[in-house]
């Protein structure tokens, strides 16, 4: 059965959002939750080598990148194109074209630019609250 191996609440939370979304989780895949101590471990290590999260594994595909992970998942479970575009084509119309754009746009765009500010300011939120930069907090918040 695919799996998906990833943290809570980590970059690989909206996949796993999207594999709900989409009533994967149970029946046809399974999302096997792990620490960061976890993902260090010689069995993960076996399938990662790079020691990070998340990771999918379908039979004797592998594939460790939150992007590559998504696109992948989407492509082959999102059939009726709930969550994502369908891939264009020659015979793609302009609009096709300019929907598909947007997604791409925007997927990488989270993945790239904006997870990567929410993760740090999830994580300066783990210091006690006197410990906080309150101006970095309130600026990561806009």
């Known amino acids: 059965m695919p799996m998906l191996y990833h943290i809570p609440k980590s970059v690989s939370s909206p996949i796993v959002q999207c ?22 471990e010689s069995s993960y290590l076996d399938i990662n080598p790079m020691g990070t999260a998340p990771t999918f594994q379908d039979g004797d595909v592998i594939i460790w990148e939150s992007g590559a992970v998504l696109t992948y998942l989407l492509e082959r479970y999102d059939t009726h194109h709930k969550l994502h575009p369908a891939s264009l ?8 074209i300019a929907d598909r754009a947007k997604f791409l746009h925007l997927q990488h765009f989270i993945a790239a630019t904006v997870y990567p500010f929410m993760a740090s300011l999830y994580i300066h939120s783990f210091k006690p609250t006197k410990q906080q930069d309150a101006d970095y907090v309130e600026c990561s918040k806009k």
């Open 19 to 40: 594999l709900v979304e989409l009533g994967l989780v149970g029946d046809s895949l399974v999302a096997n939750e792990l620490s960061f101590a976890d993902i260090k």
């Open 89 to 96: 084509s020659t015979t793609s119309t302009p609009a096709q």
